[in-house]
């Protein structure tokens, strides 16, 4: 908990390079903010692809986290929390018209204009919190907020027994995305290039493809790209049906050369897919729906914060978590 | 009508160049197709794209027409006529779930794998016929297959009073799905580049923005994009607000370099949108719902069709006309 003497923090920066900085100031929460200590934190595709220059971002990195609020109002002291991304205004039209993740003038947690969790405390609008029930551990709690993105998918568009669907990736949000979709019973394959999250598939029963192997055949009546990278998209189109939907999860900083005239010409719907629903998630992980216990590779203090990052990127890790606290 | 002697027609054929051929051969209809002598048919978009590449087609050009039935069954034997573009199998996996216009094997009039409308004789299956009323000229029928195209996007996203929408583009589609939109009384707006085809819309009351004035803010509910250039979907992911749907009416041969992020980030819904009903476009033209004569800027002979081609590739005409009978 902060004091007088404990104003500068521990803190993974992002500033061109990354680094971490032993003397980042103590947050200072507004008066609707909790100031919460950090326990744990995860490495995501988003923080990576910030590090490559997406968002333009300065600042702490990290939006994944459960902690503890140390100071707010009494309704959140003490209690163990995890945080919604978006921060908003809730004055302006898209807050208005009851699509606050979209505010106009949001800063997003780690992403954009605010300071994220890869540091000792973090200050977040109460209203944003959500308090993490016992059922769920603290490596748990870290995926709640990739696991609600997961879970969008299934709100956005609607999945039944015969729906066939494949996800695009093997990284870790088409690994969430895929034990989302399994709940539905659809058919479903996954359809990536890494082979040990492949295998991570295959061990929970998922139909898998290698991107070498695929022969690509435009029936999948849902494809979901979660691919981070933009030739995703093209492999996805390759997949799905005419009429049918093209989930797009994967947010990349580069762009590519795309032709969308077989989205016109196919009558594709491409459905934008980003924040997700937290409830579903905490639901699912409280009643043990999903797993994701072993999706963590590895743990690492804060303290080697970019050693984690280098691991986060290497394909034979699957989550790397910074243990922040103790 | 064809004899013993005439089995020889003219036809303006792409085979790598454009070219008028005066012994291309008579069309042979199968059983079930109906042979039309053509009187009237349209330069369109697709026709121009197909010259520049786009789906690598060869043969007779052109897929907006209407003629004349000179052979076929009973039931359509002089018959004033036009046609619906995709000639399906109707056992495909698509044409058993009611997705004929996406039939795996399907050929389509003047784009792929089966000869097209500009020339003397064209043979369509009798399934794809439609009756042209009296009530609508050959001027106004041959925007019909269009005018359906421009329909979908009704069909496909409801549109109300207060939805704002932006049609981006000012091309021969553009002033159609404009003009189609405009009957919903929604808040429309035309952003495009050519001064001549926004003269057009002005004096339809149809507000517009010139491209080069263009302020971009994400506000439009729903955007269409009937430019039909690889830039116009960079225009449209601009204007939509975040949940947002952007109609994508252009199949360009061209590729283009597209950061598909705003569309995760702003869970837009994009909704490709090719064909569309036949039976609205014509009841619309019947009722005089939409100006289509005033669009005609220009009548050419069959024989001055390579010249028309460059007149429709010309900002300052919008439709051209390919007069074939009389």
New interface residues.
């Given amino acids: 908990m902060p004091t007088e003497k404990a104003t500068q923090v521990n803190a993974l920066v992002f500033n061109q390079t990354l680094r971490l900085d032993a003397k980042y100031p103590d947050p200072s929460p507004r008066e609707d903010e909790a100031l919460i200590e950090v326990h744990l934190a995860g490495i995501c595709a988003t923080d990576i692809e910030i590090t490559k220059g997406?968002m333009s971002y300065e600042g702490v990195l990290g939006h994944e986290f459960v902690g503890t609020v140390v100071r707010g109002s009494r309704r959140w002291r003490g209690r163990r929390v995890t945080a919604e991304i978006n921060c908003v205004c809730g004055k302006c039209?898209?807050c208005q018209q009851g699509?606050a993740?979209?505010c106009r003038k949001r800063s997003v947690i780690g992403i954009s204009g605010r300071d994220g969790c890869f540091a000792q405390f973090i200050a977040v609008p109460e209203r944003n919190l959500h308090e993490v029930p016992g059922a769920i551990s603290d490596e748990q709690a870290v995926f709640i907020e990739p696991l609600a993105a997961a879970y969008q998918v299934v709100k956005?568009c609607p999945i039944e027994k015969r729906t066939r669907v494949a996800v695009i990736g093997s990284g870790r949000l088409a690994l969430l995305v895929a034990q989302v979709l399994r709940t539905t019973g659809c058919r479903l394959e996954v359809v990536g290039r890494n082979e040990h999250t492949l295998d991570f598939c295959e061990k929970k029963g998922i139909q898998t493809i290698s991107l070498s192997d695929l022969v690509p055949r435009a029936?999948r009546d849902v494809v979901v790209d979660c691919s981070g990278n933009?030739d995703g998209?093209e492999t996805a189109m390759r997949l799905v049906?005419?009429?049918g939907t093209l989930v797009?999860?994967?947010?990349?900083?580069?762009?590519?050369?795309?032709?969308?005239?077989?989205?016109?010409?196919?009558?594709?719907?491409?459905?934008?897919?980003?924040c997700g629903p937290f409830p579903d998630a905490i639901g699912a992980l409280a009643r043990r729906d999903i797993d994701v216990e072993s999706m963590v590779s590895r743990q690492l203090p804060l303290a080697r914060g970019v050693e984690a990052f280098e691991l986060a990127s290497d394909p034979r890790y699957i989550k790397i978590l910074l243990k922040v606290k103790g």
């Fill in positions: 997406y039209d898209m699509l993740n979209h956005q029936d933009p998209f049906r005419p009429r797009l999860k994967s947010t990349c900083a580069a762009g590519t050369r795309i032709n969308l005239a077989p989205v016109a010409v196919n009558e594709i719907t491409v459905l934008g897919s980003r």
